[in-house]
């Protein structure tokens, strides 16, 4: 089981940037090729929703709604997930959080908040117009 700790959250005006930080510790259930893990949010009253999600080999897959704007990346080295998000927008705000060990080998498949085993507690994210 995979622990996850996120910080970074904050206000921030439209326009602006945050960078979110997820760092982790445990044991992974899979091997080591076998290891996704991403960003997802969730608003007042909506579903939780992918955000990105990255291979350990560096792939990466991104929502629509923020390609272009949000940049997941990892220190491997340091067992951290980031993601830096840049342009944000009031449509943004939501609690964010990161999770680990995706159930499945193939990173289309790692999108879906009930594909991944184990959570963070999340980081609010505000942006106001």
């Known amino acids: 089981q995979v622990q996850l700790v996120e910080s970074g959250g904050g206000s921030v005006q439209a326009g602006g940037s945050l960078r979110l930080s997820c760092a982790a510790s445990?044991?992974?259930?899979?091997?080591?090729?076998?290891?996704?893990w991403g960003w997802f949010r969730q608003a007042p009253g909506k579903e939780r929703e992918g955000v990105a999600t990255?291979?350990?080999?560096?792939?990466?897959i991104y929502a629509d709604s923020v390609k272009g704007r949000f940049t997941i990346s990892q220190d491997n080295a340091k067992n951290t997930l980031y993601l830096q998000m840049n342009s944000l927008q009031v449509e943004d705000t939501a609690m964010y959080y990161c999770?680990?060990?995706?159930?499945?080998?193939?990173?289309?498949?790692?999108?879906?908040?009930?594909?991944?085993?184990?959570w963070g507690q999340g980081t609010q994210v505000t942006v106001s117009s």
């Open positions: 445990g044991r992974s259930r899979y091997t080591y090729n076998h290891y996704y």
């Open positions: 999770a680990a060990d995706c159930r499945y080998s193939i990173l289309s498949l790692c999108v879906r908040a009930q594909a991944f085993d184990d």
């Open positions: 990255i291979g350990r080999d560096g792939s990466t």
